[in-house]
Structures are given as structure tokens and as C-alpha cells.
């Protein structure tokens, strides 16, 4: 089964670093755009950071803008989001996902419903 695994959650203070890991089961995935979302409670799941199959694309949030940095390593079937000046607000479960379908898509997609493989999700807790 094809799947996606996050990594390197856990709880930092603001103005800390995490950097989160997403492994992928196949290298199917290495031609797939990649996305990063978060989801606070109560809150619906947002868009952070997607980056293309190459690398050679990456689109942010506004709000994460210059604070994370989207990344791959296609050798290791990897991709990475370096979470930089951490904020209480950045507090929530954060899900890797990939588009399979991106191939067919000008860019990357900062769409959910364009994502069709999730991973599990990790909890990233920013306290003020």
C-alpha cells in the first residue's frame, strides 16, 4: 500500500524551529506534487506549503510566508517542512499529502480536494 507517514511534531516555543518529515511508502510519489495542511481544533483544514515533483515549484500560505520553507529529497522519497518563528497560531495537526494527478495541473495545487494520498497527520504545539 501506498502511503504517507509525518514525522517531527511535538511541542516548541514561539519563536522555536520544528521540522517536519513526510516519508512516502513508493517511489510512485516521486513524480507527485506534494502539499503540506494543518487543521487547529475547531478550525477547517487549511492550506500551508505544496512543492512540485522536481522541486522546482513551491507556493506558501500568506501566513507562513517567509517563516516555513517546503523541501524534498527524491533520493529518500522525502519531503520536509522547516517551521521557522514559530507562533502560537501555527499550533495544529499538520498532514502531508500528494497529488497524483498533478502531472495534469499548470504549477502546484493549493486546492484539498485536489490531494488523493494523506498521511496520518503530527501535532505541532507552539506555546506563547
Known amino acids: 500500500q501506498e502511503q504517507l507517514v509525518e514525522s517531527g511534531g511535538g511541542l516548541v516555543q514561539a519563536g522555536g524551529s520544528l521540522r517536519l518529515s513526510c516519508a512516502a511508502s513508493?517511489?510512485?510519489?516521486?513524480?507527485?506534487?506534494m502539499g503540506w495542511f494543518r487543521q487547529a481544533p475547531g478550525k477547517e483544514r487549511e492550506f500551508v506549503a505544496a512543492?512540485?515533483?522536481?522541486?522546482?515549484?513551491?507556493d506558501y500560505a500568506d501566513s507562513v510566508k517567509g517563516r516555513f520553507t517546503i523541501s524534498r529529497d527524491n533520493a529518500k522519497n522525502t519531503a520536509y517542512l522547516q517551521m521557522n518563528n514559530l507562533k502560537p497560531e501555527d499550533t495544529a495537526v499538520y498532514y502531508c499529502a500528494a497529488d497524483r494527478d498533478g502531472r495534469f495541473r499548470m504549477g502546484v495545487s493549493t486546492t484539498i480536494a485536489n490531494y488523493d494520498y494523506w498521511g496520518q497527520g503530527t501535532q505541532v504545539t507552539v506555546s506563547s
Open positions: 512543492i512540485s515533483g522536481n522541486g522546482g515549484t513551491t
Open positions: 513508493g517511489r510512485t510519489f516521486l513524480t507527485y506534487p
